[in-house]
C-alpha cells in the first residue's frame, strides 16, 4: 500500500529554533541547567503553575526520578493504568515497584477512581494517573483517596501541558507530575521531559537524583564547599541545546495550541453527527474539564470496524492509529499478577486516532472530514 500523504504527525519548528540553539552554543554552556533551561522552567512554572520545574531527559525519566523519589522496597504497590504508555508502568517497576493495574471508565478512558480505591492494598505506595488526551482525571477524588491512605499521587501528565479543571493546571494537582516533549507532544524538542514537584519536601532529594546522586546543586549556590556521592540517582539533566529548541516552541505555546485546536474543533464539528449514526464514540470532557488538544480519538463499534476505518482511512491517503496495546496482558506486564480488565480491552481494540497537529492545512483537515464521512458502514 502507498505511504500516506497525511502523516499521523509531523514534528512542529518554531520560527526561532536554530537561533536560540545557535545561541545556546555561542554561550558555551552545552549540558543542563545553562541559561535555556533556566527561562524553559520558568515558562513552565508559569504555564502548570507547579512549585518546582526540573527540565529532563524524557518523560520516562522523570517517571524514573518518581520512582526514585518513592523509595521504593520490593513488594511495594504503585497503582497504574494499563491503558497507557509502557513508561507509566515500567518506571516503578526499574526501580523495585509491583505495577497493580486498574481499569478505565468507559467513557472518559481516564483510570477509575473506584477501581483505584478497590486495588489499594497495606503495600500501596502511590497511585500514577495518566490524563489521557489531556482530558484531566477526577483529581478531586483521588487527592482524597490519596490523603486517606497516605499515598503518593502522580500525574503523568505527558499530554495534557495547558489544561485544567476548574482552571487549575494539570500538572499542579499530584504531589509529583510529568511532562513529555517527545516530537509526538503538542510541545516538542525531540526527546525531553520535566519533573514538576509540587510538595516542597521532595525538591533537595529531586536534585541529587537528576544530578547522578551528587549534591552539585547545593554546591552550584555556593551551600557546600564541593559535591559528593550522596544518594542514588542518574544522568537526568536536558542538555541546554535541547532546552533553547524548547523554548523556541514554548514561546510560540499559543499559536501551538490555537492551531492543534482548530484542526480538533473541526474535526469535532464534522464528525459529531456522523458518529452517532456510525454507531463511534468520542472522549467525554467533563463540565469545567479543558483539554489541550492533543490527540483526537474515536471508539468504533467493535474491533472488525476498527480494522476497516484504519484500511479505508489508509487508502485515502490517511494515516489514522490505534492507541495503546494494554500493558496487563502484554508479555512483561503479566509477570506482575494476573488481572481482568474488561473496559480497558475494549476501549484498546476500539480506538482509532486521527492526524491531529497544528501544521495541518484547512484543505488536509477537510480531506480527513470528507475520507472519515465516506467510511462505508
Ligand atoms: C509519550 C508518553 C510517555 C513517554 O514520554 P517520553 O518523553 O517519550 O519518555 C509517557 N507517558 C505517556 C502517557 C505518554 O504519552
Redesign the pocket.
Known amino acids: 500500500m502507498t505511504l500516506p500523504d497525511i502523516p499521523f504527525n509531523r514534528p512542529y519548528m518554531a520560527t526561532r529554533a536554530l537561533e536560540f540553539m545557535a545561541d545556546a552554543a555561542e554561550r558555551g554552556h552545552l549540558s543542563g541547567d545553562g541559561h535555556y533551561t533556566r527561562v524553559g522552567s520558568e515558562t513552565l512554572r508559569g504555564l502548570t503553575g507547579s512549585g518546582r520545574v526540573m527540565l529532563t531527559t524524557?518523560?520516562?525519566?522523570a517517571?524514573e526520578m518518581c520512582a526514585l523519589l518513592l523509595d521504593l522496597d520490593p513488594g511495594d504497590e504503585v497503582i497504574v493504568p494499563s491503558f497507557?504508555?509502557v513508561?507509566?508502568a515500567n518506571a516503578f517497576a526499574l526501580h523495585g515497584g509491583r505495577p497493580v493495574f486498574v481499569d478505565i471508565d468507559p467513557s472518559t478512558w481516564n483510570i477509575d477512581v473506584a477501581e483505584v480505591e478497590r486495588a489499594i492494598s497495606p503495600r500501596t505506595r502511590a497511585i500514577v494517573v495518566?490524563h489521557y488526551g489531556g482530558v484531566g482525571c477526577d483529581m478531586r477524588r483521588l487527592r482524597s483517596l490519596a490523603d486517606q491512605h497516605g499515598l503518593v499521587l502522580i500525574e503523568?501528565n505527558?499530554?495534557g501541558l495547558g489544561a485544567s479543571i476548574d482552571g487549575q493546571p494539570l500538572g499542579s494537582l499530584g504531589d509529583m507530575a510529568?511532562l513529555?516533549?517527545?516530537e509526538?507532544?503538542n510541545i516538542q524538542c525531540g526527546?525531553?521531559?520535566a519533573l514538576l514537584l509540587n510538595d516542597e519536601r521532595h525538591v533537595e532529594r529531586a536534585e541529587i537524583i537528576r544530578e547522578k546522586g551528587t549534591d552539585r546543586s547545593r554546591f552550584f549556590r555556593g551551600q557546600v564547599d564541593k559535591y559528593s556521592w550522596v544518594s542514588l540517582g542518574s544522568s537526568f539533566l536536558m542538555s541546554d541545546l535541547l532546552a533553547a529548541f524548547l523554548c523556541s516552541q514554548l514561546e510560540e505555546f499559543e499559536l501551538i495550541q490555537a492551531g492543534r485546536s482548530r484542526v480538533w474543533n473541526a474535526y469535532r464539528q464534522g464528525l459529531a453527527e456522523w458518529a452517532v449514526d456510525a454507531g463511534f464514540q468520542l472522549q467525554r470532557c467533563p463540565d469545567g474539564y479543558r483539554h489541550p488538544s492533543h490527540l483526537f480519538a474515536l471508539l468504533a463499534p467493535d474491533l472488525e470496524v476498527r480494522t476497516r476505518f484504519i484500511v479505508h482511512m489508509r487508502t485515502k491517503g490517511i494515516a489514522a492509529l490505534f492507541h495503546y496495546v494494554p500493558l496487563h496482558s502484554s508479555p512483561q506486564g503479566r509477570l506482575f499478577g494476573a488481572a481482568e480488565l474488561p473496559v480497558t480491552d475494549r476501549v484498546s481494540e476500539r480506538l482509532v486516532r486521527l492526524p491531529l497537529y497544528s501544521l495541518l492545512s484547512e484543505s488536509e483537515v477537510e480531506r480527513v472530514l470528507e475520507a472519515a464521512l465516506s467510511f462505508p458502514r
Do not use: I, R, W, Y
Request: glycine fraction near 10%; include cysteine.
Open positions: 524524557s518523560c520516562t525519566h517517571l497507557t504508555f513508561s507509566t495518566v503523568d505527558a499530554h510529568t513529555s516533549f517527545h509526538t507532544k526527546e525531553g521531559g
